[in-house]
């Protein structure tokens, strides 16, 4: 890693010290796969950013410029673009809309020099600077799938996450920051290991987008890499999750599994495994699982956990059935536009499907339909109550891990715990601290905001609009009216949500109803399970294969028979 870094200093260091020209020995820059001549002006460094020419970079793209010398002002002109700038600024007005462009535009030699950022922010062509090769391109010919596949990863394993922000398109920079690239990826690799390449690649079209997605091989486990690009080879989506593989585990010889499907025949229907007891006699008391935060599948999998699969299973050997299905965001990931993504919220996401889950098991004749409950953990948690509210209606609701208060505050919570454990001396913890408190002073005007201002900002790395509608619906407001039985469990480890704060919340605005069970588990975490070892009370543990608790699963058990 040290020679890297030192590597990497070295080609920053020579960078400096050369002078940009379009001789051999210079910068070569190709404009959509044709190498531009600098007649006399020649590319150069100002303050580390590569500046460039602007009329003979912009040539090759179809647009006219006409400078007024008066005013200061520059105008490009195309088919479809119309932009206007002054000289000494860093915005343009870009078909009536601003856009920043970093570096601000100068005059120098009797020419305009505008930075390459201006190419990407500006006119949306993706731009790289290959600071080995000295080469710049914008706006090259069409990168395959393959190849634009390998470009991206590429780019996240060499950590020139800024260099692939530049393929953003403006809907995506906004929804994903550039500041998360980084600490995804690194959490992908502590989950999944060394990459070790490409499996395979595929593309097909979709409501004017390329989807493609790739299989990256890692050591321990596959992710699926799923790209969506529009006509200018920008990203409008960029989504990774891990690939669900099979284990040896096999269900016990006293349930049974059936495949079926929730939402048949609509937009958006879900495959899902009833789990029933084998031996069943008469019609038995069901449960619905609903799923923590991000896409799932029906065993809500996470690193070495699969918890939903592990209380289907332990339920159904104690004679309840259970429903457990794909999570929307999961079975449907690739079907949104960036501007269909940004007005989803939580009641498509996941109180619809929760309803329609519900609903399918009340007309199974094998189930009783006055004994169908709700099991919500995390995300499915918080939501439980408003889930029963709007249509549910189910005999009671068990809550894990879950929380009364809103999304945003227990962000704010996990972000400030994450950069708490930062390295004082490491120069990015006073910058994340800056970027945690500018997040969450969003959050704190969320109600404020107008719909426009929700659907166009992110609250970290959230659409606002999808918490700013899940504030509006918090389980505070369901408490009072909540007279059926429910039963909320947490455990003591828990570091995603908190047994201190939001187990004792639970207990302040329940704990008051003869209605509803508490229980804390000493050592068990946010799944449920007990671990100690390397890595406690951080992600890191989730690595570790692990089975929900034999108590936790004969509490629930316990409690759905008796009621």
């Known amino acids: 890693m040290k020679k890297q870094i030192a590597s990497a200093l070295a080609a920053t260091m020579l960078l400096a010290a050369l002078p940009f020209t379009a001789s051999a ?32 970079a912009s040539g090759p793209l179809g647009l006219k410029i006409a400078f007024d010398k008066a005013s200061g002002t520059v105008r490009l002109s195309g088919d479809d673009t119309s932009v206007v700038f002054r ?17 601000a535009s100068l005059a120098k030699h009797n020419r305009i020099y505008v930075p390459l950022s201006f190419f990407r922010d500006v006119l949306g062509y993706p731009t790289s600077l290959d600071a080995n090769k000295l080469e710049v391109s914008i706006g090259n010919a069409a990168l395959t799938p393959e190849e634009l596949a390998e470009r991206v990863v590429d780019l996240l394993e060499s950590g020139r996450y800024q260099e692939l ?34 499996e395979n690649v595929s593309a097909e079209q979709s409501q004017g987008n390329t989807l493609i997605t790739a ?6 486990k596959n992710v699926q890499l799923t790209l969506a690009v529009n006509d200018r080879q920008q990203l409008t989506g960029l989504y990774a999750q891990f690939v669900t593989t099979g284990d040896d585990a096999k269900a016990p010889a006293s349930v049974v599994e059936e ?19 084998k031996n069943a006699k008469g019609p038995v008391p069901a449960v619905v699982l609903v799923h923590g935060s991000g896409p799932h599948d029906r065993d809500e999998t996470v690193a070495g ?18 429903l457990r299905y794909d999570k929307r965001t999961y079975a449907h990931a690739n079907k949104w536009t960036p501007e269909q993504a940004a007005k989803i919220t939580v009641k498509e996401e996941t109180v619809d499907d929760a309803i329609a889950a519900a609903k399918l098991l009340k007309e199974d004749p094998r ?60 120069p990015k913890k006073e910058q994340t601290k800056q970027w945690i408190e500018s997040e969450y002073a969003k959050a704190k005007r969320l109600q404020d905001m107008s719909m426009q201002e929700a659907l166009t900002t992110t609250v970290f790395g959230l659409p606002a609009y999808y918490l700013k509608e899940m504030d509006s619906k918090l389980p505070a407001s369901y408490a009072d009216r909540l007279s059926k039985p429910v039963l909320v469990l947490q455990g003591e480890d828990d570091f995603q949500v908190y047994p201190d704060k939001d187990y004792v919340l639970w207990r302040e605005l329940l704990g008051g109803k003869p209605n509803v069970t508490f229980k804390l588990y000493p050592g068990l975490n946010h799944f449920f399970v007990d671990y100690e070892g390397e890595g406690e009370n951080t992600p890191d543990e989730y690595n570790v294969p692990g089975n929900v608790s034999q108590e936790v699963i004969n509490d629930i058990a316990g409690w759905v028979l008796k009621q």
Request: no cysteine; charged share 20%.
């Open 305 to 322: 956990y699969k918890t939903f699969r592990d209380i289907a299973w332990g339920l159904g050997e104690q004679g309840v059935a259970v």
């Open 25 to 56: 020995n210079g910068v070569k820059v190709s404009v959509k796969g044709k190498d531009v001549v600098f007649p006399d002006a020649q590319p150069y460094k100002n303050g580390g950013v590569l500046m460039l020419p602007l009329r003979p």
């Open 367 to 426: 189930i009783d339909p006055t004994r169908v409950y709700l099991i919500g953990h995390s995300l499915g948690g918080i939501l439980a109550p408003r889930i029963d509210a709007e249509g549910g209606d189910f005999a009671g609701l068990i809550l894990l891990a879950g929380s009364p208060r809103s999304l945003a505050d227990i962000l704010y919570d996990q972000n400030n715990a994450f950069v708490a454990a930062m390295d004082d001396k490491d």
């Open 87 to 103: 000289l000494g600024s860093s915005t343009a007005t870009v078909n009536g809309k601003q856009r920043s462009f970093g570096q």
């Open 215 to 220: 299989i990256l091989n890692f050591e321990l």
């Open 259 to 277: 495949e079926t499907v929730i939402g048949e025949g609509t937009d958006y229907p879900l495959g899902a495994t009833l789990t029933l007891p």
């Open 165 to 198: 922000y530049g393929y953003f398109d403006d809907e995506l920079k906004k929804a994903v920051p550039e500041s998360e690239l980084g600490p995804v990826w690194e959490q992908i690799h502590k989950q999944a290991g060394d990459y070790t390449g490409i």
